[in-house]
């Protein structure tokens, strides 16, 4: 596929929205909110609850930040879509709300990149073997939750590619497709509740596998047989 000239993109020396999506993380996600609401350049934090049946929703109201409460799951990809409907920002930064670790520095390492101009969208990989693996691919592969990009990057990505946990190897697809640039770093120290303890063994697994799944879809539908095409 032919590559596509670059929409005017420009970083600005501005603050930043936060979008956190969170499925049942109530005993977890403030721990998170904590750091990041903490934080000098963030200066709006929106939790969305996709469907969550447990205190996520009072935990986060608790802290003081803007929650979105989804009364069924709708899957990552469209609950950071309601998300950013919200944020007012011009620099989004997404966040699991199940991490451990994560730091001031790690964010910083991570806005900068972007609010600097030397990236459009710029990811943190979790110091754990089964993520570090992702130092010695190609960008357009990476998968993470902890990632800061530019507003019109995320409206380059059709509604239809962000379905799920597919929406992460679409941003990094269609930032590819316009030419934009984007990096990612090994956060250290920068961990997740495991799947498997939050939500019991089988529960946990198949999760897991539903998330790997979502993953090679998006490789195979848009990496290997191209078959969308670019909004507009």
Not at 135 to 155: H, K, P, T
Request: net charge positive; proline share 3%.
């Amino acid at each position: 596929m032919g590559m596509h000239a670059a929409p005017h993109i420009t970083a600005k020396k501005t603050n930043v929205s936060a979008i956190v999506p969170a499925y049942n993380e109530g005993e977890r996600i403030q721990d998170v909110l904590r750091v990041v609401a903490s934080h000098p350049q963030i200066d709006e934090v929106i939790v969305v609850s996709d469907g969550s049946r447990d205190n996520t929703v009072a935990q986060a109201r608790a802290m003081g930040v803007s929650v979105i409460d989804i009364r069924r799951n709708v899957g990552k990809g469209e609950a950071m879509a309601r998300g950013v409907e919200k944020a007012k920002h011009g620099v989004i930064a997404f966040f699991d709300a199940d991490l451990i670790g994560l730091s001031h520095g790690m964010i910083d390492r991570m806005l900068d990149e972007v609010l600097s101009g030397r990236h459009d969208m710029f990811t943190l990989i979790r110091d754990r073997a089964s993520e570090t693996f992702q130092l010695r691919i190609a960008d357009a592969y990476v998968v993470g939750g902890e990632r800061a990009l530019l507003r019109e990057l995320w409206d380059l990505v059709p509604a239809r590619d962000r379905k799920g946990f597919q929406v992460e190897l679409a941003l990094n697809y269609y930032a590819g497709r316009h030419n934009l640039k984007i990096g990612s770093a090994l956060a250290p120290g920068l961990g997740q509740i495991a799947k498997e303890q939050k939500r019991g063994l089988v529960r946990g697994f198949g999760l897991r596998l539903m998330m790997t799944l979502d993953c090679l879809i998006a490789l195979g539908k848009l990496h290997i047989f191209g078959m969308r095409r670019l909004p507009g």
